[in-house]
């Protein structure tokens, strides 16, 4: 009878750890949850505040916190799909008119660049602007923007080194003139081309898309996983000649917003044609990035994971962001430890950059919502800085976690 009853008693407590951990857990979730309504609610107030300082025409860059001073690009620049984009997902958010008012604005100045044949970089323009206009309200001039800027953008294409061109020219002189430079940036822009495809039904865009990520995987990557910025082929051949880190310390280094522009490009390339390939170089990149020695315990990681300096080197909350939003998709395409750990590691990532270190009063840092991003160090541009990426793919992370879990 003591025996069954001392069973009980253990059973009862057991079952109680149980309820309290699931209680702790939830509460924890609830908490990030609250957080991210009230970051949204504040970044509306930034952004509302950003768009009473620039005039038509102009894109805001950053943010110089010494002379005051918001600098802007035109239409032109890489960046410039970012601001409108992370208008129009802020809206989604949390129901703001005014700024997708803003967007439209600012959309209407943007199309022009569709026609653009001299940047790689339409995916950014085009698709984090009009694309997501589009998925949130379908519109027939979006959609022949989104596709002439495909066509655009496979203008770039070369068949031979099976690779989009990136740069018109390499930075330095380790190729000559019959160079193609493709730098790992470019994977993010790959989007639009399978977007071109599933609505034209054209193979041609999914294609060059295809080819571009598998001739990345072949050259750009390490044996570790981590990739070197730009890799330079002869064009005659399609052979890699010279393989280098442009942004980064030094070419062997791993440049953090590097690796997480092949994180996420990889993981969106799994989702649009779901070749286990992909998801499998996703998965490599992002073990890299988590298990890195030089990885800080928030995962908001240093500019470069070899920068000199570490621990005392600058962090980039722009990689942080990226690597955020990333690992919370590619978690939903993986199993088991993966899962829950990518899971874990994004929701620390958030719970970091939604603290005061990273977010700013209403009204400060220019209008922007994030802190301490890092552009370019070795050409000391941008340096602890808000940058419009950082911004757009915070608030794409913190929408991605609410939606996972409602």
């Given at each position: 009878m003591k025996t069954k009853l001392l069973f009980l008693l253990i059973t009862i407590c057991c079952l109680s750890c149980k309820q309290g951990t699931k209680k702790q857990t939830s509460s924890t979730e609830d908490t990030l949850s609250a957080t991210i309504d009230s970051t949204l609610l504040t970044a509306v107030k930034q952004y509302k505040f950003l768009a009473k300082q620039i005039d038509s025409g102009q894109y805001p860059k950053t943010y110089h916190a010494k002379e005051d001073r918001l600098e802007t690009s035109n239409s032109g620049w890489w960046c410039s799909g970012f601001y409108p984009g992370t208008l129009l997902y802020l809206d989604e958010a949390v129901n703001a008119p005014d700024l997708k008012q803003e967007a439209q604005r600012v959309l209407e100045d943007l199309k022009k660049e569709q026609s653009n044949t001299s940047t790689h970089d339409l995916g950014f323009m085009m698709y984090c602007s009009f694309g997501n206009a589009n998925r949130l309200e379908k519109n027939p001039e979006y959609e022949k923007i989104?596709?002439?800027?495909?066509?655009?953008?496979?203008?770039?294409?070369?068949?031979?080194?099976?690779?989009?061109?990136?740069?018109?020219?390499?930075?330095?002189?380790?190729?000559?003139?019959?160079?193609?430079?493709?730098?790992?940036?470019?994977?993010?822009?790959?989007?639009?081309?399978?977007?071109?495809?599933?609505?034209?039904?054209?193979?041609?865009?999914?294609d060059i898309a295809v080819n571009h990520a598998n001739t990345t995987i072949k050259n750009h990557f390490r044996s570790d996983y981590s990739s070197y910025h730009e890799v330079i082929y002869k064009e005659e051949n399609g052979e890699a000649r010279a393989k280098i880190t442009n942004q980064g310390t030094a070419d062997e280094s791993a440049w953090a917003r590097g690796q997480a522009w092949g994180l996420y490009g990889y993981t969106a390339t799994y989702r649009e044609t779901k070749d286990k390939k992909y998801l499998e170089q996703a998965q490599h990149i992002a073990d890299f990035l988590i298990n890195h020695p030089n990885m800080p315990k928030d995962y908001i990681p240093y500019w470069d994971f070899n920068a000199p300096g570490i621990p005392d080197a600058l962090r980039d909350s722009s990689a942080a962001s990226i690597i955020a939003s990333a690992l919370l998709e590619l978690s939903s395409y993986s199993e088991g430890d993966k899962k829950e750990n990518y899971q874990t590691i994004a929701k620390t990532i958030l719970e970091k950059l939604l603290s005061d270190e990273y977010l700013p009063k209403v009204g400060e840092n220019g209008g922007f919502i994030l802190k301490h991003g890092v552009g370019n160090m070795p050409n000391k541009t941008e340096v602890d800085t808000p940058l419009s990426y950082g911004d757009y793919y915070l608030v794409e992370a913190m929408i991605r976690y609410k939606e996972m879990n409602q």
């Open positions: 989104l596709l002439n800027s495909a066509k655009s953008l496979s203008t770039r294409y070369n068949d031979t080194v099976k690779a989009i061109r990136s740069w018109d020219s390499a930075p330095w002189n380790k190729a000559g003139d019959d160079d193609l430079v493709v730098i790992i940036d470019n994977m993010m822009n790959l989007e639009l081309l399978f977007w071109a495809t599933k609505f034209s039904g054209d193979s041609t865009y999914y």
